[in-house]
């Protein structure tokens, strides 16, 4: 397997432009999260999905911010319109199920470097 | 909901010393800490974890202890090498969750 994939793996853009990120998680498992990584923040949980399924979206910081998963194998993160505050690294991560154990590592994938200018 | 505290924020060692990374946590229902290594410009990896029943785990150089009572944890890495330099984060996850929360992060610099 190849991992998690996730493009573009970098992103200049303008202030009100969309930005839209992708991620491909590792085939079989069920759960995603999107983060986003800043100096001032550290790693911040956005969202994440279980089966394709929104669980929790209470890191997800404004309205402009929104995220989906049509299937199993893709996922998408779009801020519209973005704004210099949300230049970041934001990073996709999946993991297996584990039944009624403890969670399973998670998978991260190379993360995309976005500016926004 | 968790709260993880992790220090110290950087950590400069000369190569052979050992380092040692502590993190807190604030809910007892805690049972899952993994530690993840980021290397500069790459993506986080988990290098080792530890479950709630059992109070100290290592793999060669790297081992991390678990005191449930002082809801604390530690990351302890003996004969550091260069290539150790990284940041390391810590996480807790709360039973029955699967939203890890994560300490802000450790910056370790070994000096050859």
């Known amino acids: 397997d190849a991992g998690v994939i996730q493009s573009p793996r970098h992103e200049v853009t303008e202030m009100g432009q969309e930005v839209t990120l992708r991620c491909k998680p590792i085939?079989?498992?069920?759960?995603l999260f999107w983060y986003r990584q800043t100096m001032m923040r550290g790693l911040e949980l956005l969202i994440y999905?279980?089966?394709?399924?929104?669980?929790?979206d209470s890191g997800m910081p404004e309205d402009r911010f929104s995220a989906k998963m049509p299937n199993a194998s893709f996922s998408t993160l779009k801020i519209q319109p973005s704004e210099p505050r949300d230049s970041a690294v934001y990073f996709c991560?999946?993991?297996?199920?584990?039944?009624?154990?403890?969670?399973?590592?998670?998978?991260f994938g190379p993360g995309t470097r976005l500016t926004v200018l | 909901g968790e709260n993880v505290e992790q220090h110290p924020s950087t950590l400069s060692v000369q190569e052979g010393d050992s380092a040692v990374i502590k993190c807190t946590y604030s809910?007892?229902?805690?049972?899952?800490f993994p530690w993840y290594k980021q290397e500069l410009g790459k993506r986080p990896q988990l290098i080792i974890d530890?479950?709630?029943?059992?109070g100290e785990k290592k793999d060669q150089r790297i081992a991390v202890t678990l005191n449930k009572t002082a809801k604390h944890f530690s990351l302890h890495i003996t004969e550091t090498q260069p290539e150790d330099s990284a940041v390391y984060f810590c996480?807790?996850?709360?039973?029955?969750?699967?939203?890890?929360?994560f300490g802000r992060g450790t910056s370790l610099i070994v000096h050859p």
């Open positions: 999905f279980n089966n394709n399924v929104p669980i929790d």
């Open positions: 809910d007892s229902a805690s049972n899952y």
């Open positions: 530890i479950r709630s029943n059992v």
């Open positions: 996480a807790a996850s709360i039973r029955g969750s699967y939203i890890p929360t």
């Open positions: 991560a999946s993991s297996p199920e584990s039944g009624t154990g403890p969670p399973r590592e998670q998978f």
């Open positions: 085939s079989g498992h069920d759960y």
